[in-house]
């Protein structure tokens, strides 16, 4: 390219970023001309932002983690130049979004402002999806241009993986297009509201993964809330929960003796039923044992990290969740320098909730403030989980867990930072209020608090 074309682009605001290959006229040893693929520069341009004023640090994903991060960095560190970059308009939480689903609660309590985020916080929204890293230029890919970092977070939360029941590409787009799951805000949760406010009689199917999947109460608390909707509108309808696990995987007592108590007629709990067959067309899933059909459902397959960590080769396949490949104490992607990775993408097996990654994005804030800081690295703190679910909504009542993490500290090589091992961490100063019966009341209203407080927290003052 000459050089009079670069400056065009220079001036225009485009950067020379990707190659392509192109077929070019060649000669070869002896002279003779030749077809060969040629390198190709294409333009890609740079994101219309202001030049930064301080150490740049671009958070990817604008969820309970990037929110937190993004606003504690600017807390800890205000001369930082933090860009947050997320693909989608405004916020929707999931957490309270199963009380919207039966109309306990409007879409605009959970519908929250990235830009009144921003403006309180002193940081920039940026709307644009990320697509790839340039690592040599330490240049963050988007579909609105580059971004030039010095550090880089990745919160970009989860993706379904289907492959375990289907590698059917037909059928997984129609099981995501006809039966979401409902555990990616937006369009899902809509889907999923209308078919529970719409549906007649017949079985209703939720599913519930195997692995560290999202938010472990929620499918429980869902097949609550659905079926006290059922029973409260006498329809002759059912909640199916197929469970890949062998057993409720959290808050046990409060969830099943409500099953019993209140939802006798209305919820049917089946544990081991790791799906075979999903047949659309008929209506009839199957398991192991047994078929089910059913008149509609909400398919909730495993999870793994958001498949942006896969691209930009930062995912490690343990347990096949690709999830990031990151120092658990650091939260350092290996073998990278200030590239950050938290969140429900993180490997270690704390539990995927919302009031975690927000405790967690305080911790990560503050590492990455002390880099830029060129201070001493904060003490690990665990995260915590916090976690009410309802179990009815005439009246309210709720069952909660509370609990921290600790690692296990008869590995000796725990002692050094580097060697702290994911699979080594374990609850820890667990609580927990199962007693709907007797506590429920409060409990409920303790959702709307909680909410009130992390909403709060992560957008500020409106
Ligand atoms: C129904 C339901 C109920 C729940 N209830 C609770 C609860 O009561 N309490 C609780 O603590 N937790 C709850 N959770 C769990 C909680 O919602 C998640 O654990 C939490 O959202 C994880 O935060 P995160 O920031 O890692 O991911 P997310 O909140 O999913 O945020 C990721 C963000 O990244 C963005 N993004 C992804 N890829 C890109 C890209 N390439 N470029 C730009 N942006 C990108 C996404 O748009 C998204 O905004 C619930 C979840 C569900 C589904």
């Known amino acids: 390219m000459d050089s009079s074309k670069r400056k065009f682009l220079a001036l225009s605001g485009l950067t020379i970023a990707s190659t392509l290959y192109a077929s070019e006229t060649d000669t070869d040893s002896k002279g003779k001309s030749k077809e060969t693929k040629k390198p190709k520069e294409t333009a890609s341009k740079k994101a219309l932002l202001p ?3 301080g150490p740049r640090v671009v958070v990817v994903g604008g969820g309970w983690s990037g929110l937190s991060i993004a606003k504690t960095i600017k807390e800890f560190s205000p001369q930082a130049d933090v860009v947050l970059v997320e693909k989608r308009y405004e916020f929707i939480s999931c957490p309270v979004s199963n009380l919207w689903l039966v109309d306990k609660v409007k879409l605009e309590y959970i519908t929250h402002d990235y830009l009144q985020a921003a403006r309180n916080y002193d940081y920039r929204y940026f709307n644009a999806t990320a697509t790839g890293i340039d690592k040599d230029s330490r240049i963050l890919k988007t579909s609105e241009g580059d971004i ?3 550090y880089l977070v990745l919160s970009p939360g989860i993706d379904y993986d289907y492959s375990r029941w289907t590698t059917d590409a037909t059928l997984i787009a129609r099981l995501k297009q006809e039966y979401p799951a409902g555990f990616i805000p937006g369009s899902e949760h809509m889907t999923l509201k209308n078919k529970v406010q719409n549906f007649k009689e017949g079985n209703f199917i939720l599913t519930v993964p195997g692995g560290n999947y999202r938010c472990l109460p929620a499918p429980y608390e869902r097949a609550c809330v659905i079926a006290d909707h059922f029973k409260q509108n006498k329809l002759k309808a059912k909640v199916i929960i197929l469970d890949e696990n062998n057993a ?4 046990k007592k409060g969830f099943s003796s409500a099953f019993e108590e209140l939802y006798a007629d209305y919820i049917e709990y089946v544990p081991n039923s790791a799906i075979k067959n999903i047949d659309l067309d008929k209506k009839i899933v199957s398991t192991e044992l047994d078929e089910f059909e059913f008149a509609d459902a909400a398919f909730y397959p495993r999870v793994r990290g958001a498949t942006i960590i896969e691209t930009m080769g930062f995912a490690k396949d343990a347990k096949d969740m690709m999830e990031g490949h990151i120092n658990p104490i650091t939260y350092e992607v ?6 950050f ?3 429900d993408s993180r490997p270690m097996g704390f539990s995927k909730s919302g009031n975690t990654s927000n405790s967690e994005g305080k911790y ?7 880099r830029i800081n060129k201070e001493e690295m904060p003490e690990w703190e665990a995260p915590i989980t916090l976690c009410f679910s309802a179990v009815s909504t005439k009246p309210m009542s709720a069952i909660y867990i509370y609990t921290r993490y600790a690692f296990d500290k008869k590995d000796k090589k725990a002692k050094d930072a580097k060697f702290i091992d994911w699979k080594k961490f374990s609850f820890s100063k667990t609580l927990s209020s199962e007693e709907w019966k007797k506590n429920g009341a409060t409990d409920a209203n303790s959702i709307i608090s909680w909410a009130d ?3 709060f927290d992560m957008f500020g003052k409106s």
């Open 248 to 251: 409720i995987t959290i808050k």
């Open 334 to 339: 290996i073998g990278e320098k200030d590239i």
């Open 341 to 343: 990775i938290a969140g």
């Open 364 to 370: 990560v804030g503050r590492v990455i403030a002390s």
């Open 51 to 53: 030049d930064a004023k």
């Open 453 to 455: 407080a992390l909403y």
């Open 148 to 150: 030039a970092f010095d």
